[in-house]
């Protein structure tokens, strides 16, 4: 089992980053995706996730409305779409994959990739 998150880096607050992750070694269309994020010296904490099929989408309310999540389950990818970048998200970003379901909790999640660092500058 494989999931390779990438796309962090630095960028000026307003600003808009993708990040990307690649899934291998599991039954991907029957899992729920997420991504989580975790600041220096905080705890990992929920930022979205959608369903196997990506028809329900789920987002934690500090980035509701500015970041966008989805999947290609012909490309076993998911994605996450940050717009509106502001310094508080910060952190090292984690792809994990739910089995069948697509909650916040990230206990339930099976599979947790290496992370990509997000960097925003004020």
């Known amino acids: 089992v494989q999931l390779q998150a990438s796309g962090g880096g630095l960028v000026q607050a307003g600003g808009s980053l993708r990040l990307s992750c690649a899934a291998s070694g599991f039954a991907f269309g029957d899992y729920g995706m997420g991504w989580f994020r975790q600041a220096s010296g905080e705890e990992r904490e929920f930022v979205a996730t959608l369903t196997w099929s990506g028809s329900s989408t789920y987002y934690a309310d500090s980035v509701n409305g500015r970041f966008t999540i989805s999947r290609d389950n012909a490309k076993r990818m998911i994605y996450l779409h940050m717009r509106n970048l502001k310094p508080e998200d910060t952190a090292v970003y984690y792809c994990?994959?739910?089995?069948?379901?697509?909650?916040?909790?990230?206990?339930?999640?099976?599979?947790w990739g290496q992370g990509t660092q997000v960097t925003v500058s004020s």
């Open positions: 994990a994959a739910e089995n069948r379901l697509a909650t916040k909790n990230k206990y339930n999640h099976h599979y």
